[in-house]
């Protein structure tokens, strides 16, 4: 544990109790959440039928060969003038440059692959933007690609095998293998299917020096299988969450300022999925779904930063997930029926009583609670 993570988790425990008056949320966050998802192939042909478009077919093949191997601008251009030398029809043309044909993909306007800037909190007279999609424009352009929707699955689906004894045993290799998604088909209607949603959100790095760096979040879904869930083409950037300035690190409540932050920004992000069902039409006709949150990907700060608990090892319950004293922490022979999970049922009550310190959790309200 690094000098810097301790400091951080001492002021958290001194600041829990500051007033939060000089954070100002900003609530101007109005977008209505359409509760219809058409990922038909159809449907594709008629959002860009009113944008700019590509003037032939072998101007988009082009594009999309740049874009699906990142081609350097260099090398497309090398391209360009080998097709440009040496094809035979004269109606397939392709654009002067790499850089002509990026700036007509940029005009093409796909509703569900825009941007937004939202304003979440105003702190030290700075305002904080979320730049963001809805996560149901990620979750459409997952499902638009027929080459991952051929495999979703949005039925439970238990798996077994025969083991040497010539018994069957319970196999678990995808999510909707799971016991998980056994019960959340339980607790809606009959008819419907699960959508089964996984956040990934992790800082990282832009450059070799370290002196840039954003907080990307990703969105895929549990009924991709997982051998084409791992592919590249298989994840959605929903947004990029903001940061407060590192030069603001010396300000007293500076930790209790990222955390509020942080959660107004997943709020939003997340708020769509509370609503309930949502209709899913696709080419084999419309399906009735529940979005479900089932999974958070995150290294440990980020998961301490999910759950509000103290980022220290000195603190006193540093485990995010159960209730485990610093000290019992590393006892092989502890008795596991002392330990207490983290739920959300658990955590508000030490929220609402008074005892978030004893429990090193933050004093604020998780929005997560709400879709446990």
């Given at each position: 544990m690094s000098s810097s993570s301790k400091e951080e988790g001492y002021q958290d425990e001194k600041n829990?109790?500051?007033s939060y008056d000089i954070i100002e949320t900003i609530?101007?966050?109005?977008?209505?959440?359409?509760n219809i998802i058409d990922v038909r192939s159809a449907q594709k042909v008629q959002e860009t039928s009113n944008?700019?478009?590509f003037p032939n077919?072998?101007?988009?093949?082009?594009?999309?060969?740049v874009t699906k191997h990142k081609l350097a601008d260099s090398v497309a251009n090398d391209i360009i003038h080998l097709f440009n030398n040496f094809h035979m029809d004269p109606t397939a043309t392709l654009p002067s440059n790499a850089k002509a044909a990026r700036t007509l993909l940029d005009s093409i306007k796909i509703p569900h692959i825009l941007y937004k800037k939202t304003i979440v909190m105003e702190y030290n007279q700075i305002q904080y933007t979320l730049h963001h999609r809805t996560i149901f424009d990620a979750i459409k352009e997952l499902l638009s690609n027929k080459e991952i929707f051929k495999y979703c699955v949005f039925d439970y689906n238990p798996e077994y095998i025969t083991n040497d004894k010539g018994e069957q045993e319970?196999?678990?290799s995808e999510l909707y293998n799971s016991e998980w998604w056994g019960r959340t088909q339980k607790s809606i209607n009959e008819n419907a299917k699960v959508l089964s949603i996984i956040i990934y959100s992790d800082a990282t790095t832009c450059d070799m020096l370290g002196k840039t760096s954003e907080h990307p979040v990703f969105l895929t879904?549990?009924?991709?299988?997982?051998?084409?869930r791992n592919k590249p083409d298989?994840?959605?950037l929903l947004a990029y969450l903001p940061k407060i300035d590192d030069n603001q690190k010396k300000q007293a409540d500076f930790v209790l300022a990222k955390h509020h932050l942080f959660h107004r920004s997943m709020k939003i992000l997340l708020e769509p999925i509370i609503s309930g069902g949502l209709d899913l039409q696709t080419d084999k006709g419309i399906f009735w779904c529940y979005p479900f949150l089932s999974i958070l990907l995150g290294d440990l700060p980020e998961h301490?930063?999910?759950?509000?608990?103290?980022?220290?090892?000195n603190c006193k319950m540093p485990c995010h997930i159960c209730t485990i004293p610093k000290d019992e922490l590393n006892n092989p022979l502890i008795d596991y029926s002392t330990i207490q999970i983290r739920t959300p049922e658990a955590m508000q009550y030490v929220l609402e009583n008074g005892i978030s310190e004893e429990y090193s959790l933050h004093k604020i309200e998780n929005p997560f609670w709400k879709l446990s």
């Open positions: 829990d109790d500051k609530d101007n966050y109005s977008g209505i959440q359409s944008s700019t478009s077919s072998a101007y988009e093949a082009f594009v999309q060969l319970r196999c678990y879904l549990g009924n991709i299988p997982s051998w084409r298989a994840k959605a301490h930063s999910i759950t509000l608990t103290y980022n220290s090892a």
